[in-house]
């Protein structure tokens, strides 16, 4: 089945500790994104890709990291600069920009 | 700078009845498309429909469709013969410029 798979589903992690969140789609998409949704609110954008080895920076980028090396993947590093990292992160991809968006299942990050 | 906004944070409908959520958004472009997206409790991001801006026709999937009022900017969307699994957090979006831009969602229950 083709789809976005995003693991883990829950991740925890001290203060201080770089963590990644992995990101894979086999739907053969150029454009991949992340998202950042606290509790209440709506779909923040942190970074977005367009084509392997390019990406840019969304919305909310400060203290967070990605790569694009291979089509299928998406990676997402939140480092320690990252004041807030407690939140609900998910990452879609589009074949290309501008039309619809899916969605992996999403990783709830709790940093304590 | 493109904006989306869904004014009802929440509503209540009846099963089986229908319901209207509201969104207008601001664009400068002429051809576009507009979505309307659902997450349940689970989190997991759905699209339910899709509206391209060049066609007068509202798009239709089966109980959910849209009235879209391109000349005010408008995107409603209607959920007829309402269901229990249909409440959820639905958020209408709009793609621009590589980027999409997400409502504050508006929180539907559906009381049995």
């Known amino acids: 089945d083709g789809g976005i798979t995003q693991s883990p589903k829950y991740l925890f992690r001290k203060e201080g500790q770089n963590v990644t969140l992995s990101c894979e789609q086999n739907l053969n998409h150029d454009a991949m994104y992340w998202y950042r949704q606290d509790p209440g609110q709506g779909l923040r954008l942190i970074y977005y890709?367009?084509?392997?080895?390019?990406?840019q920076k969304g919305d909310i980028a400060e203290g967070y990291s990605v790569s694009r090396e291979k089509k299928e993947s998406f990676p997402l590093t939140v480092t320690s600069a990252q004041k807030n990292p407690t939140a609900f992160y998910l990452c879609?991809?589009?074949?290309?920009?501008?039309?619809?968006?899916?969605f992996g299942p999403g990783t709830r990050l709790t940093v304590t | 700078a493109q904006t989306v906004t869904q004014s009802q944070p929440e509503m209540s409908v009846q099963e089986a009845e229908t319901v209207t959520l509201s969104c207008t958004y601001d664009t400068s472009e002429s051809d576009y498309y507009l979505f309307w997206y659902k997450q349940p409790p689970s989190r997991q991001m759905i699209l339910v429909i899709r509206q391209e801006a060049y066609k007068q026709q509202n798009a239709t999937e089966n109980r959910f469709s849209v009235n879209f009022q391109k000349a005010a900017k408008s995107f409603s969307l209607k959920i007829s013969d309402s269901q229990l699994g249909d409440a959820a957090m639905y958020f209408c979006?709009?793609?621009?410029?590589?980027?999409?831009?997400f409502g504050s969602g508006t929180k539907l229950n559906v009381k049995p």
């Open positions: 979006a709009y793609p621009s410029f590589n980027k999409f831009y």
């Open positions: 879609a991809s589009s074949i290309f920009s501008g039309v619809e968006q899916y």
């Open positions: 890709s367009q084509i392997v080895n390019d990406f």
